[in-house]
C-alpha cells in the first residue's frame, strides 16, 4: 500500500474518526500518562505529525503548550480545525514537512507511523530528525512485535515492529532513545528520543 493510500483510507467515509479516535482526549485516557509528561519536557514548539481529529493537538494547546498538528487527510484536518479553532493545523504529511522550512523543539508521532514498512519508515525518521531541533525531542508509539510484520488494521494495514529495530532506525536516523515502554501482553508500544546532533548515515 502507497502513503497516497493510506491517506485515502483515512479519507473514506468507512472510516469513522469521531468513534474510532474521538476529537477530544478522555478525562481516563492512560495515553496522558505518557504524553503529558513528555510534552512537559519540551522547551518549545511542538508538532504533532499526523494528528488526525487533533484530539491530542487540542489536549496539549489546552495544558499551555505550544503545538501545531500536521494532517494529510483533509476530512480530518477539517474536523481538527473545527473542533479546536484557536490551534494551528498544517494540511500535509511527513514527507511535506522539509519542503516547509521549520523545525520544532518536539515532534509527537502518536500512532501515526504505523502504517509505514520497512521501505518506508526510515525515510520518514529521516524527515522527523530533519525537522526536530538539536537535542530536541521525539515521543512516537507504535504497534510492536516479535517480528517485523504486516498486521490488518481496522483503516489500512499497519506494521508491527520489534523495539530492538525501531531503536535501531531512530539511532540511524540521529536520534538516541531515553525511554521506552510496551506493557506486558500488549502490542502497544511507545519510544521517547532525543534528537542527536550528528545523524548515523545509512
Ligand atoms: C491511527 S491515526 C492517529 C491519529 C492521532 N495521532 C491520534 O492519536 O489520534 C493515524 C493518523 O496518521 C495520519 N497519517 C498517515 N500517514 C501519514 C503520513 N505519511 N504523514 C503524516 N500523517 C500520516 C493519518 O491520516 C491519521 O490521521
Known amino acids: 500500500m502507497t502513503k497516497d493510500d493510506v ?4 479519507e473514506a467515509q468507512t472510516f469513522d474518526p469521531e468513534a ?4 477530544v482526549v478522555s478525562r481516563d485516557d492512560p495515553d496522558r500518562r505518557v504524553i503529558e509528561p513528555w510534552a512537559a519536557t519540551v522547551d518549545g514548539v511542538i508538532l504533532d505529525a499526523g494528528s488526525g481529529t487533533g484530539r491530542w493537538t487540542g489536549r496539549l494547546a489546552e495544558l499551555g503548550h ?3 498538528g500536521l494532517e494529510p487527510a483533509q476530512r480530518l484536518i477539517d474536523l481538527a480545525r ?7 493545523f498544517h494540511h500535509g504529511s ?3 514537512l522539509v519542503d516547509m522550512g521549520q523545525r520544532w523543539a518536539g515532534v509527537l508521532a502518536w500512532y501515526s507511523l504505523i502504517h509505514l514498512g520497512p521501505e518506508q519508515l526510515p525515510d520518514a525518521l529521516d524527515t522527523l530528525r530533519a525537522v526536530t531541533e538539536n537535542n530536541g525531542s521525539l515521543l512516537i508509539s507504535f504497534l510492536a512485535g516479535k517480528e517485523l510484520e504486516q498486521v490488518p488494521h481496522p483503516v489500512a494495514p499497519a ?16 536520534f538516541e532513545v ?7 501482553g500488549s ?3 511507545w519510544v521517547a528520543a532525543r534528537a542527536t546532533v550528528e545523524p548515523i548515515s545509512r
Open 66 to 68: 505550544r503545538v501545531e
Open 159 to 174: 506494521w508491527r515492529w520489534p523495539l530492538s529495530e525501531i531503536t535501531l532506525a531512530l539511532e540511524r536516523a540521529g
Open 20 to 23: 474510532m479516535l474521538g476529537t
Open 94 to 96: 511527513v514527507d511535506d
Open 82 to 88: 473545527a473542533t479546536h479553532p484557536s490551534v494551528m
Open 178 to 184: 531515553t525511554d521506552s515502554r510496551r506493557e506486558p
Open 187 to 189: 502490542i502497544f508500544a
Open 7 to 10: 491517506v485515502q483510507a483515512y
